[in-house]
């Protein structure tokens, strides 16, 4: 099978070019001047598909480097499972996701591990890979690391916050880093300094402030900065690599571009809801509203400048790239639990599927380049997380995953009513229940998803299967020297 994309405007996060993508089976086989001839031959006429993209992008696969797909959380589960919220990252340009097995204190990660790929295999809509997430760092934790890196998986989360869930103790962070700084992983970390937190929480609550505004205030900006430093600190020690997780408060931010200043491998992701979602007008919105925006680190105070402090460091590469944290709730049955008190409300955004349009926003407001829209969103993290060649990229060799983008588009996030007011459908396709970025207007929009050469989505319509997307082995991370 050969398609042919035509007169499209290449975008590679190295720069922008008119050109034509030729796709051979799964593929991109070549990256022609417009009409040119291969061999002698005329391309058009000797493919069996031909899409013409004027005056539209034509853009790496987006990669999602941080989801979390049916993942068992705060009493219940993520809404998506990994056949719902891979098909609904499709719809939105994303081609790969990189999942997280979770670990909770006294599993085996090696049997956590062999769930997630039972949980994943033949039904994913697109190509996913997989981080690890460990809890208690034990003795056969340490040796599982080296055969996960064998097997594709060259990262690991720890968390220094939801103690006796997640929580590793700073003797168990060194642990793992340390193995990391041998076997050469990468130590992802969710920088939030747990016990400043839990007591935060437990006055909040006993003073009668249950509402989830609270949940913002009770995971101030100092117990993210101080984390980050700490997380900074014991890399430096041990000489591990550091991925710090959905970075939101702009103190956070300072620290990780103090030690990249410094020449320390370290690296900052953020996501969509620190780009555009605020304390004041979401988790502050009325009644248990806010409900739908509590997610982990918070949504910062806008007055405060972390919004726009965060678009700046996309922009000077103080943060290298964007991910969702994709881990939704549905407010019926889920995040409802923790009406009268905000602690028992699931933490989770959803938002695989508008990460793409939400950042090409960034673009048509000026806040980044085009060609930046493309790096933060698919060409870093297919380097971060070992990739690159085969994803985040248009040339001969890499993988056919290619998005046709129309920046005369146009989409509308939320969900649409009728004349009466009455609700007719959903304007996504996450299992979710209402949309974070209700009401968002994008000046674009996905036409068309090739992922390994098979158009999945076109003309607004799903065309893949699920058991289309299969498991990618990741190498290591090539920032790292
Ligand atoms: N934060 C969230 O909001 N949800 C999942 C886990 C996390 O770290
Ligand atoms: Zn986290
Ligand atoms: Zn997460």
């Given at each position: 099978?050969?398609?042919?994309?035509?007169?499209?405007?290449?975008?590679?996060?190295?720069?922008?070019?008119?050109?034509?993508?030729?796709?051979?089976?799964?593929?991109?086989?070549?990256?022609?001047?417009?009409?040119?001839?291969?061999?002698?031959?005329?391309?058009?006429?000797?493919?069996?598909?031909?899409?013409?993209?004027?005056?539209?992008?034509?853009?790496?696969?987006?990669?999602?480097?941080?989801t979390h797909m049916e993942m068992p959380f705060g009493?219940?589960?993520?809404?998506?499972?990994?056949?719902?919220?891979?098909?609904?990252?499709?719809?939105?340009?994303?081609?790969?996701?990189?999942?997280?097995?979770?670990?909770?204190?006294?599993?085996?990660?090696?049997?956590?591990?062999?769930?997630?790929?039972?949980?994943?295999?033949?039904?994913?809509?697109?190509?996913?890979?997989?981080?690890?997430?460990?809890?208690?760092?034990?003795?056969?934790?340490?040796?599982?690391?080296d055969e996960l890196v064998a097997e594709g998986v060259?990262?690991?989360?720890?968390?220094?916050?939801?103690?006796?869930?997640?929580?590793?103790?700073?003797?168990?962070?060194?642990?793992?880093?340390?193995?990391?700084?041998?076997?050469?992983?990468?130590?992802?970390?969710?920088?939030?300094?747990?016990?400043?937190?839990?007591?935060?929480?437990?006055?909040?609550?006993?003073?009668?402030?249950?509402?989830?505004?609270?949940?913002?205030?009770?995971?101030?900006?100092?117990?993210?900065?101080?984390?980050?430093?700490?997380?900074?600190?014991?890399?430096?020690?041990?000489?591990?690599?550091?991925?710090?997780?959905?970075?939101?408060?702009?103190?956070?931010?300072?620290?990780?571009?103090?030690?990249?200043?410094?020449?320390?491998?370290?690296?900052?992701?953020?996501?969509?809801?620190?780009?555009?979602?605020?304390?004041?007008?979401?988790?502050?919105?009325?009644?248990?509203?806010?409900?739908?925006?509590?997610?982990?680190?918070?949504?910062?105070?806008?007055?405060?400048?972390?919004?726009?402090?965060?678009?700046?460091?996309?922009?000077?590469?103080?943060?290298?790239?964007?991910?969702?944290?994709?881990?939704?709730?549905?407010?019926?049955?889920?995040?409802?639990?923790?009406?009268?008190?905000?602690?028992?409300?699931?933490?989770?955004?959803?938002?695989?599927?508008?990460?793409?349009?939400?950042?090409?926003?960034?673009?048509?407001?000026?806040?980044?380049?085009?060609?930046?829209?493309?790096?933060?969103?698919?060409?870093?993290?297919?380097?971060?997380?070992?990739m690159y060649g085969r994803k985040g990229v248009i040339?001969?060799?890499?993988?056919?995953?290619?998005?046709?983008?129309?920046?005369?588009?146009?989409?509308?996030?939320?969900?649409?009513?009728?004349?009466?007011?009455?609700?007719?459908?959903?304007?996504?396709?996450?299992?979710?229940?209402?949309?974070?970025?209700?009401?968002?207007?994008?000046?674009?929009?996905?036409?068309?998803?090739?992922?390994?050469?098979?158009?999945?989505?076109?003309?607004?319509?799903?065309?893949?299967?699920?058991?289309?997307?299969?498991?990618?082995?990741?190498?290591?991370?090539?920032?790292?020297?």
């Amino acid at each position: 099978m050969k398609t042919l994309i035509k007169n499209g405007t290449v975008v590679n996060s190295t720069g922008t070019a008119q050109a034509d993508v030729l796709i051979d089976g799964e593929a991109i086989a070549a990256v022609l001047a417009p009409g040119s001839t291969l061999l002698g031959f005329d391309v058009e006429s000797n493919v069996d598909t031909v899409i013409d993209a004027a005056g539209k992008y034509v853009i790496p696969g987006g990669i999602d480097a941080h989801t979390h797909m049916e993942m068992p959380f705060g009493g219940t589960q993520a809404s998506d499972t990994f056949e719902t919220g891979t098909r609904a990252a499709a719809w939105g340009g994303t081609t790969s996701i990189v999942d997280f097995v979770v670990q909770y204190a006294g599993e085996n990660v090696l049997d956590q591990f062999h769930l997630w790929h039972e949980k994943a295999r033949g039904n994913c809509a697109i190509d996913y890979g997989f981080h690890q997430i460990l809890s208690d760092v034990q003795d056969s934790s340490l040796t599982a690391m080296d055969e996960l890196v064998a097997e594709g998986v060259s990262s690991f989360k720890l968390f220094m916050a939801y103690k006796g869930v997640f929580l590793s103790d700073d003797g168990q962070i060194v642990k793992a880093m340390q193995k990391a700084s041998q076997n050469g992983s990468m130590i992802m970390m969710h920088a939030e300094n747990g016990s400043v937190i839990d007591l935060l929480v437990q006055q909040a609550i006993a003073a009668g402030n249950t509402s989830p505004y609270y949940h913002g205030l009770t995971r101030p900006w100092q117990a993210e900065e101080e984390a980050t430093h700490r997380a900074i600190m014991l890399a430096n020690l041990t000489g591990a690599p550091l991925y710090v997780v959905h970075v939101s408060a702009k103190q956070a931010v300072d620290q990780i571009a103090l030690a990249r200043d410094k020449g320390q491998n370290v690296f900052g992701e953020t996501c969509p809801q620190y780009l555009y979602l605020s304390l004041e007008d979401n988790l502050g919105a009325p009644g248990f509203e806010g409900a739908k925006w509590v997610c982990s680190t918070p949504l910062r105070s806008k007055a405060e400048g972390h919004q726009h402090h965060m678009w700046q460091s996309l922009r000077t590469n103080d943060i290298q790239m964007v991910s969702t944290d994709h881990c939704p709730f549905c407010m019926k049955g889920q995040k409802d639990m923790g009406i009268g008190d905000f602690s028992k409300i699931p933490n989770g955004i959803g938002g695989v599927e508008h990460r793409m349009d939400l950042l090409y926003q960034g673009v048509v407001d000026g806040n980044i380049s085009l060609e930046r829209w493309v790096e933060v969103t698919s060409t870093t993290p297919a380097r971060m997380f070992g990739m690159y060649g085969r994803k985040g990229v248009i040339q001969p060799g890499a993988d056919g995953d290619v998005v046709i983008y129309d920046p005369n588009g146009h989409t509308s996030i939320g969900l649409p009513v009728d004349d009466d007011g009455v609700q007719t459908g959903r304007s996504h396709h996450m299992n979710m229940d209402y949309s974070a970025y209700e009401g968002y207007e994008i000046d674009g929009h996905v036409d068309t998803v090739l992922s390994r050469g098979k158009v999945i989505i076109d003309n607004n319509q799903y065309l893949g299967a699920k058991g289309d997307g299969k498991y990618v082995k990741r190498g290591l991370s090539q920032y790292l020297i």
